[in-house]
């Protein structure tokens, strides 16, 4: 037993946990469990092996159910374009709303909840752009509610707009008619584009001169 001790011992990799534990703790945590649980089952270890493989499995469903949906304004210590954070102030008008991942069956009324959310406590709102270049990939379920929100916030009297789409999302868009409802002059390659359009028309010029979505001359990113 002492041989046999010895021998796996020498084959813990500690730096792998660590590493594994800096880049996600999640990962770290399923990388020691299922060691342990290898070790617990041994010989058995294909029980260790598929516990980790259920894990993975359990947070990428997760991870991709609840996706980061951002709410985006302009820095105007720095002119980004970046995520509302405390001290950044937001357009009254215009709601600019990023969704970084596929948009698909397990996440698409997460997405729909998100703006829901947004048209009842912003009650001035009359336009949303959603920021798409997040969106790489998307299913029949997402373009359903993703049809569902236009219908509905037009319904409502506020518009929406798209940018930055890729080329995936704009075949599946194109296919499904959904293009067409959403209209091509609905549809910008940039943020920026999108701002230069939509933005004035929906402000008095008073209001133009203190919103924080307020186009400048010079060229603007998005800070991630």
């Not at 947070?59 to 980061?68: A, D, I, T």
Request: aromatic share 6%; with cysteine.
């Amino acid at each position: 037993a002492a041989i046999i001790m010895m021998a796996v011992i020498g084959l813990i990799n500690v730096s792998g946990f660590l590493h594994s534990w800096r880049a996600q703790w999640y990962d770290g945590l399923i990388s020691i469990l299922s060691f342990l649980c290898t070790l617990w089952f041994a010989p058995h270890l294909d029980k260790g092996i598929m516990l980790g493989v259920i894990l993975c499995l359990l947070v990428f469903l997760y991870k991709n159910m609840r996706p980061v949906v951002s709410s985006l304004s302009r820095d105007q210590t720095t002119d980004l374009v970046c995520p509302i954070s405390q001290g950044v102030e937001e357009c009254r008008h215009l709601s600019l709303v990023r969704f970084e991942g596929p948009l698909f069956f397990a996440n698409a009324s997460y997405l729909e909840d998100k703006i829901s959310d947004m048209m009842l406590c912003k009650t001035t709102l009359r336009h949303v752009l959603i920021v798409a270049n997040g969106i790489n990939d998307i299913d029949a379920s997402g373009e359903e509610t993703l049809s569902l929100i236009v219908g509905r916030l037009r319904s409502a009297g506020i518009d929406i707009s798209l940018s930055g789409v890729n080329e995936t999302v704009m075949k599946v868009l194109v296919r499904t008619h959904l293009f067409n409802k959403i209209g091509a002059d609905h549809i910008y390659p940039t943020v920026e584009s999108a701002l230069r359009q939509i933005h004035p028309p929906l402000h008095t010029e008073e209001e133009l001169t203190r919103c924080p979505l307020g186009v400048s001359a010079q060229p603007k990113t998005i800070r991630p």
